[in-house]
């Protein structure tokens, strides 16, 4: 009997921040790795790798990340996590900008021009939409979640931080296919297990919405 050729898997990469101003543990990081110690749901596994990044909040560690993986090693999906000051809140960014990143980092730096590192180089403003339909999957989630007390839902204002710096990067190199989702700091309300389950939602529909 002839031997079955291995199925090659979609590549999905996730991604989180270490701390940085006031939050010594950023959600984000316990998010991802979570993620990466359980893996993908059994019956995503089949059709998709996960592989999960941790950053540091500075601009050239985001560079490298997308000089490095994103350029060179392009994957099926990116989704970036990161955190926000607004409580009981899940905001799904739907765009982000080429440039305005004037606040500095942890390192104190800020981009040259306070443009991304891919930015049009004739100096013009890029506003780039994710392939991912964030009402759509808002709509599809909100009533698994309808007995807790967090909010879901859609944003176009990722902010001009790393947060919409990294996206708006694997935006433009990854042609839409990206997806940032700010998350609220842990408290009584958003405990770690419910903000993890929302997430892992979000990737569902992430994968059923770009298969």
């Known amino acids: 009997m002839p031997l079955v050729p291995p199925i090659k898997r979609k590549k999905l990469v996730v991604t989180g921040y270490g701390p940085f101003g006031n939050y010594s543990e950023n959600p984000s990081s316990v998010i991802v790795k979570t993620l990466k110690e359980t893996g993908l749901p059994d019956d995503l596994k089949l059709d998709y790798e996960l592989e999960t990044h941790l950053l540091d909040v500075a601009y ?43 606040r500095e980092d942890i390192n104190g730096t800020y981009p040259s021009n306070n443009q991304a590192c891919i930015a049009p180089t004739c100096g013009t403003t890029e506003k780039l939409q994710s392939s991912f339909d964030c009402e759509k999957a ?3 989630i909100k009533p ?7 909010i879901i839902e ?3 204002d990722p902010g001009n ?3 919409g710096y990294i996206f708006y990067c694997t935006l433009k ?6 997806l940032f989702i700010h998350v609220p700091t ?3 309300t ?3 297990e419910i903000i993890q389950k929302i997430v892992e939602e979000i990737i569902r529909e992430v994968l059923k919405q770009c298969p």
Do not use: R
């Not at 190199?173 to 990206?178: L, R, T, V, Y």
């Open 60 to 102: 050239d560690k985001a560079d490298t990340f997308i000089c490095d993986n994103v350029q060179k090693k392009p994957a099926h999906f990116y989704i970036h996590i990161g955190v926000h000051p607004f409580k009981k809140i899940v905001k799904l960014e739907q765009q982000s900008c080429s440039d305005g990143y004037c």
């Open 138 to 140: 808002v709509n599809n």
């Open 144 to 150: 698994k979640f309808a007995d807790s007390s967090i």
């Open 154 to 156: 859609s944003s176009i």
């Open 161 to 163: 931080y790393l947060c």
């Open 173 to 178: 190199a990854n042609n839409g296919k990206s």
């Open 186 to 188: 842990f408290d009584e």
């Open 190 to 192: 958003s405990k770690p």
